[in-house]
């Protein structure tokens, strides 16, 4: 047994999984390491492992504060393992006890927020720590990169932090990377000769499927309807991603008159009722929960068998991520995206939101010009009277583009412009252009009529020789060449009924159809009207 094995029997008791292994053998031998494992792949036992064999302080980087808590509270609970966490959420006293252990050199694991990569204090207790900073751990990475999904801007001073704690190894997890995002994350995180280990991305035990909305209903409520008959019809527990507060309420609501033991989760909710709602689900007293894209991030919940989008997502990082959280335990799960061409309105609104306007970008460049020296975002905020989370985005911006320098604490120093506002613009409309494209690939994946795995596997970068057979449009395929009988939804159809006559297929699901005739009007029939000769294509058109 080699020193990886024995800390992570001996720590963790737990055996090494050859991704696992890949990735801590990176680490421990040529340094800089970037592992993208899918969901549930033990991610948190690479850095605890590599922290151990390196010895010294591990500094991690985490999004989620209920996460660090996680993370914290399973690292405490095995004894020898001495970690702390600092982040914006903690009473002052636990902070002050947190600062001082790192101050008497009593911490292994310290848990960062990324708000703390602008805090002096906390980088002045991490650097004065009697324990040298062996490994920086970046966990969710994809935050780092304008690529991956649910960018996040203070990530990017991630890398003057690594600098500034004596360019210690770097090691970033994720588990929804697709090629442009990893060379992204290296990029960002000024990363030596990284070592990039790709685990295999498929889950062979998740089927695939789409099931389209009824168009001839409004948006709200043909995205209920058929989201409901999606998980009634799948086996639970099950997760439902919405892509709104408003749905995740709505959907938990026609769960509930269905006898289903469902909540919502999402940030609208007080955080003492979010975390009740997890805890429910994790103890099994909830059939499903009904949440935004947050919930469920470092979420291990091994048997979630189905679930549901309710809407298409902004990217298929997200998506991917999302439905790795079904089946953990290795056993049959599924996950199916309600598709309604009209919610993908509601991910674009979101990215249009993002861009910044030229006016406040112009605002804030004249102020750090007009300054001298050191300079606050609280301060350009107040010089250039725009909001501080408008300069905030600005600073960050101006930062990743090298124009300025950051002074700690949410300060910068200020220094000539030139073509600032230029470039920001193009930055800006760059990554505008990004999130579009992702966008777009998400709803070509909704529509495709191709092996799902297969075009799922393809976006982040893997081969994958179709058909699965555990996807909808595979087993289309099998069932051979359509008849008229089994032929998917086509708008605009033209049919013939023996009574009434003429008239143009709007919708149809395995239940009902819904028919426009020229005679009598909006008319709703069986699906079995295809099967028994009342209804027939009209062969004289086309």
């Not at 290795?330 to 910044?356: E, F, N």
């Not at 606050?376 to 124009?403: F, I, M």
């Not at 086509?490 to 009574?499: D, Y």
Request: hydrophobic share 40%; charged share 25%.
């Amino acid at each position: 047994m080699d020193e990886l094995d024995r800390i992570a029997a001996d720590v963790l008791g737990i055996t090494l999984r050859p991704a696992q292994r890949r990735a801590l053998t990176a680490l421990t031998t040529t340094g800089d390491t970037l592992a993208v494992l899918p969901t549930g792949s033990g991610k948190t036992a690479i850095y605890e492992v590599g922290g151990f064999a390196l010895g010294g302080l591990t500094v991690v980087v985490s999004p989620l504060i209920a996460l660090q808590r996680d993370q914290l509270r399973a690292m405490s609970a095995r004894g020898s393992v001495r970690a702390v966490m600092l982040n914006s959420s903690q009473h002052h006293a636990d902070r002050v006890s947190s600062l001082e252990a790192l101050g008497r050199g009593e911490v292994d694991f310290v848990m960062l927020g990324p708000e703390q990569l602008a805090n002096a204090e906390t980088l002045a207790a991490i650097q004065g720590s009697p324990r040298r900073v062996t490994l920086v751990a970046v966990d969710e990475a994809h935050l780092v990169s304008e690529w991956g999904h649910d960018f996040r801007p203070e990530y990017l001073r991630l890398a003057d932090v690594v600098e500034a704690a004596g360019r210690p190894p770097v090691l970033a997890l994720t588990a929804t990377a697709a090629p442009p995002v990893q060379a992204d994350i290296t990029r960002q995180l000024r990363m030596r000769d990284p070592q990039v280990i790709v685990a295999d991305f498929d889950r062979p035990n998740i089927s695939l499927a789409v099931r389209r909305a009824r168009h001839d209903l409004p948006e709200d409520r043909a995205i209920d309807d058929r989201t409901v008959e999606v998980v009634l019809a799948h086996d639970g527990p099950t997760l439902v991603y919405a892509l709104s507060h408003a749905r995740c309420e709505s959907l938990a609501s026609r769960l509930r008159l269905d006898a289903y033991r469902a909540e919502p989760y999402h940030a609208g909710l007080p955080a003492a009722r979010r975390s009740e709602v997890q805890d429910a689900f994790f103890a099994g007293k909830l059939d499903a929960v009904v949440a935004t894209s947050a919930f469920g991030m470092g979420i291990d919940k091994p048997d979630v068998r189905t679930v549901v989008h309710a809407g298409v997502p902004g990217s298929l990082d997200e998506y991917y991520q999302e439905i790795g959280r079904a089946g953990r335990d290795g056993g049959p799960a599924s996950a199916v995206l309600v598709y309604d061409p009209r919610t993908v309105r509601i991910p674009r609104l979101l990215a249009a939101r993002s861009k910044m306007g030229a006016a406040p970008v112009h605002s804030v460049i004249d102020a750090i010009e007009a300054a001298s020296g050191r300079i606050t975002v609280k301060e350009l905020a107040e010089v250039s009277q725009v909001s501080r989370a408008s300069v905030s985005r600005v600073v960050d911006e101006l930062l990743e583009l090298g124009l300025i320098r950051p002074d700690g604490n949410d300060a910068i120093l200020a220094a000539p412009m030139g073509d600032a506002f230029r470039q920001v613009t193009a930055a800006g409309n760059r990554r505008q252009a990004i999130l579009r494209s992702r966008i777009e690939a998400a709803r070509g994946y909704a529509e495709t009529v191709h092996c799902r795995r297969a075009e799922l596997l393809g976006y982040f970068g893997e081969q994958y020789d179709p058909p699965c057979g555990a996807c909808d449009n595979d087993e289309h395929a099998a069932a051979g060449p359509p008849t008229f009988a089994d032929r998917p939804p086509v708008s605009g159809l033209r049919v013939t009924h023996r009574l009434w006559g003429p008239g143009t297929l709007l919708s149809r699901d395995d239940h009902e159809l819904v028919i426009a005739f020229d005679s009598v009007g909006y008319r709703h029939l069986t699906a079995a009207s295809l099967t028994n000769g009342l209804l027939t294509p009209d062969t004289t058109v086309g």
